[in-house]
């Protein structure tokens, strides 16, 4: 984990994952493992409207459960339900805020409780352009 002076940012992977139909379905960790992948710059840039550094922390559930974590993204397996895992996540860092990344509209009223703020999958999944399927 960061040195707690940094916003926490949990990425919903298995929604975030799921928010671009680019066959993700038949390689459920390998999905993963790109979207890890990607996050990488997000860890020392930011997200819009959130400069960097922030702590990314990808939950992964499922067939992604043995992703590991690479510099930048610390990723977090978890042991049930993703979505409780991330309500947990949130609720321990509210001392320097923190930000979800998801579409799933009953893990964005959980998270909201205890004072995250949500944004969607796009802004770090853009969809892709034509052609690039």
């Not at 993700?24 to 930011?46: E, H, N």
Request: charged share 25%.
């Amino acid at each position: 984990m960061s040195d707690g002076a940094a916003v926490r940012v949990i990425v919903d992977g298995a929604n975030v994952v799921g928010s671009v139909p680019d066959g993700w379905w038949r390689d459920r960790r390998g999905a993963a493992i790109r979207l890890r992948d990607s996050l990488v710059p997000y860890a020392a840039d930011g997200l819009p409207g959130l400069p960097g550094p922030v702590e990314i922390l990808l939950v992964v559930e499922g067939a992604a459960r043995g992703v590991g974590s690479v510099a930048g993204v610390e990723v977090v397996p978890a042991p049930g339900s993703g979505d409780d895992l991330i309500a947990e996540l949130a609720a321990a860092a509210p001392e320097r805020g923190c930000v979800v990344v998801t579409a799933d509209r009953g893990l964005r009223r959980r998270v909201e409780a205890y004072g995250a703020r949500c944004v969607g999958p796009r802004t770090v999944r853009p969809l892709p352009r034509s052609g690039e399927r």
